[in-house]
């Protein structure tokens, strides 16, 4: 079994911080790419920021220069500090990552997800 657990999120207001971690557990061989997406009532989840396996970074446009996504592999944690936050920003952040597990199988798995509001 592999799982994800994400935590970190909250209430903040507009120009606050937050910083998200996902913690990855189980039956992991290796940790490849990982990625952090939003999604909010009636809309389609996005990709905000992804993480390669060996550090290669991408963003949406929307979060570019606000948005840091980083990862430990030592402690299969990946993370995304969120500063300079806005009230579109608020919704609930999925971690989706592809692992390959110790029987060999490749897996995309997804996390319970962490909620995020802005507001004053």
């Known amino acids: 079994q592999v799982q994800l657990v994400e935590s970190g999120g909250g209430l903040v207001p507009p120009g606050g911080s937050l910083r998200l971690s996902c913690v990855a557990s189980?039956?992991?061989?290796?940790?490849?790419?990982v990625g952090w997406y939003r999604q909010t009532p009636g809309q389609q989840r996005e990709l905000v920021a992804a993480i390669s396996s060996g550090g290669s970074t991408n963003y949406a446009d929307s979060v570019k220069g606000r948005f840091t996504i980083s990862r430990d592999n030592a402690k299969r944690t990946v993370y995304l500090q969120m500063n300079s936050l806005k009230p579109e920003d608020a919704a609930v952040y999925y971690c989706n990552a592809k692992v390959v597990t110790a029987s060999w199988r490749n897996l995309e798995v997804w996390g319970q997800g962490t909620l995020v509001t802005v507001s004053s």
């Open positions: 189980g039956d992991i061989l290796r940790l490849n790419d």
